[in-house]
């Protein structure tokens, strides 16, 4: 991340990654937007972890099951 962006004194994200649970990434994007969708059906069926890092270097994870 090389350098934090604000807009109205909100925190923005930086960078989103999908990993597994082996901890491979397997979906990662640099943000440009404030809103995003992500395709997942490519995804197996399983679990998976979404990391969020904001531009304060903030990290949030949370859990992705995906079930076909």
Known sequence: VSQ???KGGEVLLQQI?????NGKIVHSLTCA??????DVSSLSS???L???????????TRI???LK
């Open 17 to 21: 990654e999908i990993t597994d649970l």
């Open 46 to 48: 399983g679990t998976y």
């Open 50 to 60: 979404i990391q969020c890092l904001d531009s304060e270097n903030n990290k949030t």
């Open 4 to 6: 934090s962006r604000y």
């Open 64 to 66: 992705l099951t995906v």
């Open 33 to 38: 937007q404030s809103l995003y969708k992500i």
